[in-house]
Structure formats: structure tokens, C-alpha cells
């Protein structure tokens, strides 16, 4: 790098290496950011964006490489020195305190408000930075009274109270819906036209090339190539991503038939605290047709899966399988009814994660022949089945005796897969499948979810990434406030009309 | 000043465990050394002592096998319930009621022949056992209160229960605070090697049983299963609930049977104070053998050959036996710090001089 460009960097990272037991992570990495704008490192899980960013917040140290903040080396010892140079980070999972106030989060830590904390002192502080940038908060508001787009902002006015001159995103819109992403968008533009330099990780190419200037891609641990957004498009940064070319959009076929599977009728429920979760929801879910459901997450999705997966037993309405009444059963009789579930919590859930790979896959079948007789289970048997769907779903699993949780997300959502649909289920529920996932693992769940639909079972998915929703649905329904308020067949179904349906406004019913 | 700082690690060598196991057991040795030393007894030759005292010698040997017996059923009793992430703290409570109802059952049939009453003698206690264990857990899988609790307080009305029965209905002529002699046919016949009884081949029965159980049914999976993630338990349709009580019935009842091995076996009579703690040794034992049935019996030897070698120094080199304790606890001690060290890597820097 020649000097002046040197000059010109807020932030410079080179031939950074990390290691971590049985993976390279960061293998020589240069990056760049400069002053005054919006850079986005992009690339897949496991290609070394989250660890170069936690390096340079001081989480880490490196292995290897050296960190220069303004032409400043520096080597940062944890993430209070890091803050000290300027660099303040956002996470996807926020570090607040939820039954704290605005005020009592964003001052935590800092001394400048003395001993006795001068609570008016830090309000007003706070109000100046709020309007300085444009990010609406309420200093007295307790954070759990607060929206997800609203608690990040009060991340962000965090940092932006500690002057950090470099602000590190990571995978910020994850947790927010279509309207909360444009305003995070208008203050990021606000914060960088004010001179800071604004790094923003993601694996969502279409934002990337909304928001960002810059963009750097990692693969495998290595940059690939820094670009200006002038200069490429989402379907070059998928290659880059990936090191060939991607299927953004799946072949797609009617396949829907009129003959439905799962039917919802007049279901009610409450939720843990005995609020109405779902307030008379009816809806079909044809033979082999994929049924998208688009919300906010809050509005009763999760007290739908539990009431299809049997888990809660709703207050009143039906739910019909295949043509047999199955409102109320158990979640082990749902699943001999021909019920399989992907749900989104894959480790919290989906999985045990401390046990061994073969012990996760017969998760669903161990009761049954031919991996048990009567009382005893074959483990055997159990393994025979396990390497047989590692093959067939292309699983790497580097040491079948180790924990499951040490998978990629992409691996332990393909386990997950094949345990679920090796049993050829009738309906299936995917909630957010592809949640977290790099684009060669989403590409493999969306053809697997296509490929399903056209051997005729039954789809419902649950999504709030409504790209995912539009390119697989037949048809969409959009759930608010416990009831469905719309219904769009996929040729009519827009960004734009979703979204407005997901804040509430009823939208025409078509079929 | 910041010169050592801890990373996480993704997953620990192997190897690793290995040698903090021997890192940590040769640190006990250390700080339970300098407690010998401090009395005024060469450590060296204490531990020369001890470990002679309880492996060195066939008399020692059948000590220590005695005291294994107990320990071996009490620690698959915490091991069991462990495995489902249940913590069984009563062992001691189940042990005594396990004793008291062998007791009843013995000192109530007196003319019932010796295979019969010994096997109704032990049915009482692995049932008197499996009550205790199992009243916590209904309390627990039925309102969720905590078993560390309900296990813990209910040794207390266990030992007491006992004592009233001991300076009760069950009160010896002689004076002394132990219940009425047991008749003949109400003692496990010993096998002829030292004071080691029938006992033993129950607990190594039960441990082999156990170990099965665990690995082989589909019930062992169920419950490694919940122990592991009970979330996806239920939605793979496994039932909590009942498991909870289930399990913490059958450790209560493993405990109860080593309560009526030990007062069958070697006691020959209910006694006031329940010997050694074997219930709360026990916790140690399936911490330390994470719950391996096959590792239970193991640390279940050390342990007895420790004890056993612990009783005979106190008498020739004046070595109290809570130095015996000290040993295991700091076992213990070391052995948790260890597991810190395979948790995170620790990153010494030296201090470097600011570049100008």
C-alpha cells in the first residue's frame, strides 16, 4: 500500500492470522477502512468476518499480523483498549441489560458521570448524540419495554456516546424487519457523512449493495477482493463468496394441488403468560405446496409451531392431518401422524448439542424398528443409519464422536434435515431454515425444500427473511397479532406489500 | 496490569485431560502433604503408609473392598441421577432409610428363612431408598422445586428418623446407641476373605446393570437424552416429567440397597450414626467418574483403598482420618480449577516496553 493511502485509513489490518484448535480462521488477512465510509465484509459463515472483527475489538488477539488505527500500530489487549482507540462494536446479540433503563445501559462503564451518577447529566448527553445522528430513543424507557429496532439503536447511541470514530455492525438487520432496516440504513449514512468510518459484516448481498461503498470479501479464511459498489453486483460478490457460480433463483414448479394436508380451523391459544396468542387462525396447506408465513416474530409464531408440533394444546379449533382430527395430540404422536419440524433454534432445539452425531440422527426413530427391539436399542444399527444419510445428505462430520454443537450451522442444519426427512413425512414445519446460514448451505436447503414440494409433501415456512419467503412460497400468509390478515399468491406477492401487511394493514385475500 | 489473559477454547485436546487429571491429583497430594506435615508426620511416609494400608496388603485389600461396596451403590445412586443432570445430595438420607427399612424388616421376621428374609430385607431397602429419592422428584417434576434442596433437607429427617427408631422401638438392651442384634439369618454371609460380604457382588451387579441399561435400552438413551437438552427432548416426544421422578426413585433406591448392605454385611444391627458418609463421598465418586458406571466402581476402590489406609494411619503414625477428607475434597478442589484450564487457554504476555 502506498503512502498516501496509508494516510488516508482509519483503520488497517495486515496479514492478520489467527488460529483456533483444528481451524485456520484468519490466514494472512489484509483489510482496509477509511474514514467517511460504509465498508462491507462479506462472505460466508466460517470465512473469518466475525473473527477479524473481534480481533480488531479486542476480543482476540491475533496470531499473527499487525493492527494500525490511523497510521498508529496498536495491540490490543482486550476490549477496553479497543474502545480506547475508537472502535466500539455491535453484536447480533445485544449487551443490555434489559430491566435497565436507556440512560442506565448506555452510561455502563463509563466514569465520566462520576461516582454518583448524574443521571440528568448522562439524559442530556444522550439526547444531543440522538439528535446529532437522527436515532430516535427514550432515555427513561426500560429495554425490555423496547422494540428489537429500538434496542439496537440504543446500542449504537452506546457507542456513538463513547466517540468512537470506527462502528463494526455485525449482521445488524438480522433482527429487523423491512422498515426498521431503512431507518438503520438512514443513520448509517448519517454516521458516516459525519467522518466515521462504519464496518458492516453480512451475508445479505442485496443490503450490502444498498448501503455499503466498500465492499471486502473473505472465503475460507482469505480475502478475496475488495471492490467499490460501482463496480460489481450481487451476482459477481456470490461468486466471489462462494468460488463458483451461485443459483440465486430456483427453477421453480407449480406443483400445489388442491388437496390440503394440514388444516388449521378457528384455532385459538394463549401463550406462557395466558395472553390470547392466536386469535382464531385458519389456513390450508395444500399437497405439495409450500405455504410461506411472513411476521414480525412475537405476532404467535411461536405458539403456532408448539400448536402444530403438539406442544401447546390449543383453547379451542381444530387441527387436521391428512384428513384425522390431531388437535391436542403429543408431540411423539404427532410425529407418527407424519410430522417433522425444523425449527429455528437449531442448537437450543433441533438438537442435543452435547451429544455425538449418531445419537442426534436417530433423535425422531429410536423407538422404533428397526433401530430397537422392544426394549433395547441397536446402536449399530443406529451408526449403519447415520453413515448412510451422512452420504446421501453430504454431511461433513470430522469426527462422529465429537459434540454436535462443534458443526457448522450449515452441517448441523443438513443432520437436522436428514433426521426429519428420512421418515418421508407427510407436513413438514421449517421455521427460518436458512437462519445464519452461508450461501452454499441456504442454496442446499431451499433445493431440498423445492425438491420435497415436488415429491408432494406438505410445507409450511415460517420465515422473516421475506427474499427466502418469496422466492419459495407458492402462497404467502402474513401473520399479526395472533390472526392472519393477508393472503397473496406468489405472482402477486411484492417487498413491498409484505411488509405493509406484517405492521398490520389488512390486505385483500386471493387465492 | 493485564499479564495473563484467559481465551476461550473451542474444544479441548484430548491429551489434555489426561494430564490435569494427574496435575490436579498430584496438587491434592501436595496441599494434603503440607497438612501432614504440619502435625508433625512425614508425608512421604503417610502416603507410603496409606496406600499399603489399603492396597499393599490381602487384609487391606478386603478393607478396602468393604468400603467400596457402599460407596459403589451410593456413587451409581449420584451417578444415575446425574446423568440427567439431577443432583442427588440425599444418598445419605436414602443410605439410612435404606438401613432403617432392612432393619424393621430384620428385626421383625426374625424366623423367616435367610435367603428369603435377606431378600425381602433388601427389597425394603432399595423401596424405602427409592420413597426418598422419589418424593423429590415429584417435587420437582411436578412444581419444580429444586432437588439440590429437597434431597439435601431430607437427610436430615432421614438421620433423625433413624435415631428415633434406634432410642425407640428398635432399642438394644446393652446401653449402647445401636438397635437389637440382628438374627443369623439376617446377615449377608461373608465369602471368606476378610469381612467382605455377599455385598459386594450386588453393588458390582448393579453397576454392570447400570452401565447396560444406560448404553443398550431405549430408556438409557432417553435419559442421556434429557439430561443433554431437554428442549429437543420434547419435541423428539420424550416424556420429562415422569423421567425426573423415575430416576431420582431408582438412585434413592441404589442408595437404599447400600444403606442395607452395609447394617446386613458388616453391622449386623441398625446403628445411630450412619459410618463414613458414603452418601456424600458418593457425590465426589460420580463427579469424578462422570458418571460411567464402569469408572463408578474404579473411583469407588480408590476411595475405599484411601479410607481404608486413612483408618489404619491414624492408629500407627497418629494421622487423624479428616486428613483423609482433605485429600479427596482437594481432589475435587484441583480437579474443577483443571477443567477451568480446558474451558480457556491462558495467554502469558511479558510486560513490553511502549514504543516511541
Same mark, same amino acid.
Given at each position: 500500500?502506498? *503512502?498516501?493511502?496509508?494516510?488516508?485509513?482509519?483503520?488497517?489490518?495486515?496479514?492478520?492470522?489467527?488460529?483456533?484448535?483444528?481451524?485456520?480462521?484468519?490466514?494472512?488477512?489484509?483489510?482496509?477502512?477509511?474514514?467517511?465510509?460504509?465498508?462491507?465484509?462479506?462472505?460466508?459463515?466460517?470465512?473469518?468476518?466475525?473473527?477479524?472483527?473481534?480481533?480488531?475489538?479486542?476480543?482476540?488477539?491475533?496470531?499473527?499480523?499487525?493492527?494500525?488505527?490511523?497510521?498508529?500500530?496498536?495491540?490490543?489487549?482486550?476490549?477496553?483498549?479497543?474502545?480506547?482507540?475508537?472502535?466500539?462494536?455491535?453484536?447480533?446479540?445485544?449487551?443490555?441489560?434489559?430491566?435497565?433503563?436507556?440512560?442506565?445501559?448506555?452510561?455502563?462503564?463509563? %466514569?465520566?458521570?462520576?461516582?454518583?451518577?448524574?443521571?440528568?447529566?448522562?439524559?442530556?448527553?444522550?439526547?444531543?448524540?440522538?439528535?446529532?445522528?437522527?436515532?430516535?430513543?427514550?432515555?427513561?424507557?426500560?429495554?425490555?419495554?423496547?422494540?428489537?429496532?429500538?434496542?439496537?439503536?440504543?446500542?449504537?447511541?452506546?457507542?456513538?456516546?463513547?466517540?468512537?470514530?470506527?462502528?463494526?455492525?455485525?449482521?445488524?438487520?438480522?433482527?429487523?424487519?423491512?422498515?426498521?432496516?431503512?431507518?438503520?440504513?438512514?443513520?448509517?449514512?448519517?454516521?458516516?457523512?459525519?467522518?466515521?468510518?462504519?464496518?458492516?459484516?453480512?451475508? %445479505?448481498?442485496?443490503?450490502?449493495?444498498?448501503?455499503?461503498?466498500?465492499?471486502?470479501?473473505?472465503?475460507?479464511?482469505?480475502?478475496?477482493?475488495?471492490?467499490? %459498489?460501482?463496480?460489481?453486483?450481487?451476482?459477481?460478490?456470490?461468486?466471489?463468496?462462494?468460488?463458483?457460480?451461485?443459483?440465486?433463483?430456483?427453477?421453480?414448479?407449480?406443483?400445489?394441488?388442491?388437496?390440503?394436508?394440514?388444516?388449521?380451523? *378457528?384455532?385459538?391459544?394463549?401463550?406462557?403468560?395466558?395472553?390470547?396468542?392466536?386469535?382464531?387462525?385458519?389456513?390450508?396447506?395444500?399437497?405439495?405446496?409450500?405455504?410461506?408465513?411472513?411476521?414480525?416474530?412475537?405476532?404467535?409464531?411461536?405458539?403456532?409451531?408448539?400448536?402444530?408440533?403438539?406442544?401447546? %394444546?390449543?383453547?379451542?379449533?381444530?387441527?387436521?392431518?391428512?384428513?384425522?382430527?390431531?388437535?391436542?395430540?403429543?408431540?411423539?404422536?404427532?410425529?407418527?401422524?407424519?410430522?417433522?419440524?425444523?425449527?429455528?433454534?437449531? /442448537?437450543?432445539?433441533?438438537?442435543?448439542?452435547?451429544?455425538?452425531?449418531?445419537? *442426534?440422527?436417530?433423535?425422531?426413530?429410536?423407538?422404533?424398528?428397526?433401530?430397537?427391539?422392544?426394549?433395547?436399542?441397536?446402536?449399530?444399527?443406529?451408526?449403519?443409519?447415520?453413515?448412510?444419510?451422512?452420504?446421501?445428505?453430504?454431511?461433513?462430520?470430522?469426527?462422529?464422536?465429537?459434540?454436535?454443537?462443534?458443526?457448522?450451522?450449515? *452441517?448441523?442444519?443438513?443432520?437436522?434435515?436428514?433426521?426429519?426427512?428420512?421418515?418421508?413425512?407427510?407436513?413438514?414445519?421449517?421455521?427460518?431454515?436458512?437462519?445464519?446460514?452461508?450461501?452454499?448451505?441456504?442454496?442446499?436447503?431451499?433445493?431440498?425444500?423445492?425438491?420435497?414440494?415436488?415429491?408432494?409433501?406438505?410445507?409450511? /415456512?415460517?420465515?422473516?427473511?421475506?427474499?427466502?419467503?418469496?422466492?419459495?412460497?407458492?402462497?404467502?400468509?402474513?401473520?399479526?397479532?395472533?390472526?392472519?390478515?393477508?393472503?397473496?399468491?406468489?405472482?402477486?406477492?411484492?417487498?413491498?406489500?409484505?411488509?405493509?401487511?406484517?405492521?398490520?394493514?389488512?390486505?385483500?385475500?386471493?387465492? | 496490569?493485564?499479564?495473563?489473559?484467559?481465551?476461550?477454547?473451542?474444544?479441548?485436546?484430548?491429551?489434555?485431560?489426561?494430564?490435569?487429571?494427574?496435575?490436579?491429583?498430584?496438587?491434592?497430594?501436595?496441599?494434603?502433604?503440607?497438612?501432614?506435615? !504440619?502435625?508433625?508426620?512425614?508425608?512421604?511416609?503417610?502416603?507410603?503408609?496409606?496406600?499399603?494400608?489399603?492396597?499393599?496388603?490381602?487384609?487391606?485389600?478386603?478393607?478396602?473392598?468393604?468400603?467400596?461396596?457402599?460407596?459403589?451403590?451410593?456413587?451409581?445412586?449420584?451417578?444415575?441421577?446425574?446423568?440427567?443432570?439431577?443432583?442427588?445430595?440425599?444418598?445419605?438420607?436414602?443410605?439410612?432409610?435404606?438401613?432403617?427399612?432392612?432393619?424393621?424388616?430384620?428385626?421383625?421376621?426374625?424366623?423367616?428363612?435367610?435367603?428369603?428374609?435377606?431378600?425381602?430385607?433388601?427389597?425394603?431397602?432399595?423401596?424405602?431408598?427409592?420413597?426418598?429419592?422419589?418424593?423429590?422428584?415429584?417435587?420437582?417434576?411436578?412444581?419444580?422445586?429444586?432437588?439440590?434442596?429437597?434431597?439435601?433437607?431430607?437427610?436430615?429427617?432421614?438421620?433423625?428418623?433413624?435415631?428415633?427408631?434406634?432410642?425407640?422401638?428398635?432399642?438394644?438392651?446393652?446401653?449402647?446407641?445401636?438397635?437389637?442384634?440382628?438374627?443369623?439369618?439376617?446377615?449377608?454371609?461373608?465369602?471368606?476373605?476378610?469381612?467382605?460380604?455377599?455385598?459386594?457382588?450386588?453393588?458390582?451387579?448393579?453397576?454392570?446393570?447400570?452401565?447396560?441399561?444406560?448404553?443398550?435400552?431405549?430408556?438409557?438413551?432417553?435419559?442421556?437424552?434429557?439430561?443433554?437438552?431437554?428442549?429437543? !427432548?420434547?419435541?423428539?416426544?420424550?416424556?420429562?416429567?415422569?423421567?425426573?421422578?423415575?430416576?431420582?426413585?431408582?438412585?434413592?433406591?441404589?442408595?437404599?440397597?447400600?444403606?442395607?448392605?452395609?447394617?446386613?454385611?458388616?453391622?449386623?444391627?441398625?446403628?445411630?450414626?450412619? !459410618?463414613?458418609?458414603?452418601?456424600?463421598?458418593?457425590?465426589?465418586?460420580?463427579?469424578?467418574?462422570?458418571?460411567?458406571?464402569?469408572?463408578?466402581?474404579?473411583?469407588?476402590?480408590?476411595?475405599?483403598?484411601?479410607?481404608?489406609?486413612?483408618?489404619?494411619?491414624?492408629?500407627?503414625?497418629?494421622?487423624?482420618?479428616?486428613?483423609?477428607?482433605?485429600?479427596?475434597?482437594?481432589?475435587?478442589?484441583?480437579?474443577?480449577?483443571?477443567?477451568?484450564?480446558?474451558?480457556?487457554?491462558?495467554?502469558?504476555?511479558?510486560?513490553?516496553?511502549?514504543?516511541?
Amino acid at each position: 500500500m502506498s *503512502n498516501t493511502e496509508t494516510d488516508l485509513s482509519a483503520v488497517q489490518l495486515c496479514g492478520i492470522i489467527k488460529r483456533f484448535p483444528g481451524v485456520l480462521a484468519n490466514d494472512g488477512v489484509d483489510f482496509e477502512a477509511r474514514p467517511g465510509e460504509i465498508h462491507a465484509l462479506l462472505g460466508e459463515n466460517g470465512a473469518g468476518k466475525s473473527t477479524l472483527m473481534q480481533i480488531l475489538s479486542g476480543l482476540y488477539r491475533p496470531d499473527g499480523g499487525e493492527i494500525f488505527i490511523r497510521g498508529d500500530k496498536r495491540d490490543f489487549k482486550n476490549p477496553r483498549e479497543s474502545m480506547a482507540s475508537g472502535i466500539g462494536m455491535v453484536y447480533q446479540h445485544f449487551m443490555l441489560v434489559k430491566k435497565h433503563t436507556v440512560i442506565e445501559n448506555v452510561i455502563l462503564g463509563l %466514569k465520566e458521570f462520576g461516582f454518583v451518577i448524574d443521571y440528568s447529566k448522562a439524559e442530556e448527553k444522550i439526547k444531543r448524540v440522538s439528535r446529532k445522528y437522527g436515532l430516535a430513543v427514550e432515555p427513561r424507557a426500560r429495554i425490555w419495554q423496547l422494540s428489537v429496532g429500538q434496542q439496537q439503536r440504543v446500542e449504537i447511541v452506546k457507542m456513538l456516546l463513547r466517540d468512537v470514530s470506527i462502528l463494526i455492525l455485525d449482521e445488524p438487520t438480522a433482527v429487523l424487519t423491512p422498515q426498521e432496516t431503512i431507518e438503520l440504513f438512514t443513520t448509517l449514512r448519517a454516521i458516516r457523512d459525519r467522518g466515521k468510518t462504519v464496518i458492516f459484516i453480512s451475508h %445479505k448481498l442485496s443490503e450490502v449493495m444498498d448501503i455499503c461503498d466498500r465492499i471486502t470479501v473473505l472465503r475460507k479464511g482469505r480475502k478475496v477482493q475488495t471492490v467499490l %459498489k460501482e463496480e460489481t453486483d450481487e451476482v459477481e460478490l456470490a461468486r466471489m463468496m462462494v468460488g463458483r457460480d451461485v443459483m440465486l433463483k430456483i427453477e421453480r414448479e407449480l406443483t400445489a394441488t388442491l388437496e390440503p394436508v394440514l388444516s388449521l380451523e *378457528n384455532i385459538k391459544a394463549r401463550d406462557d403468560r395466558f395472553l390470547p396468542a392466536l386469535r382464531d387462525i385458519s389456513f390450508r396447506v395444500h399437497r405439495g405446496e409450500i405455504l410461506g408465513m411472513a411476521g414480525v416474530s412475537g405476532n404467535g409464531q411461536k405458539e403456532l409451531e408448539e400448536v402444530i408440533s403438539g406442544l401447546r %394444546k390449543p383453547t379451542g379449533g381444530q387441527v387436521v392431518l391428512d384428513g384425522k382430527d390431531v388437535t391436542g395430540f403429543s408431540p411423539g404422536r404427532m410425529i407418527r401422524e407424519g410430522f417433522a419440524y425444523i425449527p429455528e433454534d437449531r /442448537l437450543g432445539v433441533g438438537c442435543a448439542p452435547g451429544l455425538d452425531y449418531t445419537s *442426534n440422527i436417530i433423535l425422531k426413530d429410536y423407538r422404533l424398528p428397526p433401530l430397537a427391539s422392544g426394549v433395547f436399542l441397536s446402536y449399530p444399527r443406529a451408526k449403519e443409519l447415520a453413515s448412510a444419510l451422512r452420504r446421501d445428505y453430504e454431511i461433513q462430520v470430522p469426527d462422529p464422536e465429537a459434540p454436535v454443537r462443534l458443526l457448522s450451522g450449515g *452441517n448441523l442444519q443438513k443432520v437436522i434435515l436428514a433426521r426429519e426427512l428420512s421418515s418421508r413425512p407427510k407436513f413438514i414445519l421449517a421455521v427460518h431454515p436458512t437462519r445464519g446460514l452461508d450461501i452454499g448451505a441456504t442454496e442446499y436447503v431451499r433445493g431440498m425444500l423445492e425438491k420435497l414440494k415436488r415429491e408432494r409433501t406438505a410445507i409450511l /415456512l415460517i420465515s422473516e427473511d421475506l427474499q427466502e419467503l418469496l422466492s419459495l412460497s407458492d402462497r404467502i400468509v402474513v401473520i399479526y397479532e395472533g390472526e392472519i390478515t393477508a393472503t397473496f399468491d406468489r405472482r402477486e406477492a411484492t417487498m413491498e406489500k409484505l411488509g405493509l401487511s406484517m405492521t398490520g394493514r389488512r390486505g385483500a385475500v386471493i387465492d | 496490569m493485564g499479564l495473563i489473559s484467559f481465551e476461550k477454547r473451542l474444544q479441548p485436546p484430548a491429551a489434555l485431560r489426561v494430564i490435569i487429571i494427574f496435575i490436579s491429583v498430584l496438587l491434592a497430594l501436595v496441599l494434603a502433604g503440607m497438612v501432614i506435615l !504440619a502435625i508433625g508426620v512425614d508425608p512421604i511416609q503417610a502416603y507410603a503408609a496409606i496406600f499399603r494400608g489399603g492396597f499393599g496388603s490381602s487384609y487391606g485389600l478386603s478393607e478396602t473392598l468393604v468400603k467400596a461396596t457402599p460407596l459403589i451403590l451410593c456413587g451409581l445412586g449420584v451417578a444415575l441421577a446425574l446423568k440427567m443432570r439431577l443432583w442427588n445430595i440425599g444418598a445419605e438420607g436414602q443410605y439410612v432409610v435404606g438401613a432403617l427399612a432392612a432393619s424393621l424388616v430384620a428385626l421383625n421376621f426374625p424366623r423367616l428363612p435367610s435367603p428369603l428374609l435377606l431378600s425381602a430385607m433388601g427389597i425394603a431397602g432399595f423401596l424405602a431408598g427409592s420413597v426418598w429419592g422419589g418424593i423429590a422428584g415429584l417435587l420437582k417434576a411436578g412444581l419444580g422445586v429444586n432437588e439440590i434442596i429437597t434431597t439435601l433437607l431430607m437427610n436430615w429427617v432421614a438421620i433423625l428418623l433413624g435415631s428415633y427408631f434406634v432410642y425407640g422401638p428398635l432399642k438394644g438392651d446393652d446401653g449402647f446407641p445401636f438397635s437389637r442384634p440382628f438374627c443369623a439369618g439376617a446377615c449377608l454371609v461373608e465369602i471368606g476373605w476378610g469381612r467382605v460380604h455377599w455385598g459386594i457382588f450386588l453393588a458390582l451387579g448393579a453397576a454392570v446393570l447400570i452401565y447396560f441399561v444406560l448404553k443398550k435400552t431405549v430408556w438409557g438413551f432417553e435419559v442421556r437424552v434429557i439430561g443433554e437438552n431437554p428442549a429437543s !427432548a420434547r419435541y423428539a416426544g420424550m416424556k420429562i416429567a415422569p423421567n425426573i421422578v423415575l430416576v431420582l426413585s431408582l438412585a434413592g433406591g441404589l442408595a437404599g440397597l447400600a444403606g442395607f448392605s452395609e447394617i446386613s454385611g458388616i453391622e449386623h444391627r441398625l446403628p445411630r450414626v450412619v !459410618a463414613a458418609e458414603y452418601g456424600y463421598t458418593a457425590i465426589l465418586i460420580a463427579w469424578l467418574a462422570r458418571t460411567d458406571a464402569r469408572a463408578v466402581i474404579l473411583v469407588s476402590l480408590l476411595f475405599g483403598g484411601l479410607l481404608t489406609g486413612g483408618e489404619m494411619v491414624q492408629i500407627s503414625l497418629e494421622v487423624p482420618i479428616s486428613v483423609i477428607h482433605i485429600l479427596e475434597g482437594a481432589i475435587l478442589f484441583f480437579l474443577l480449577a483443571g477443567d477451568l484450564l480446558l474451558s480457556y487457554r491462558v495467554c502469558f504476555e511479558f510486560p513490553k516496553r511502549r514504543s516511541s
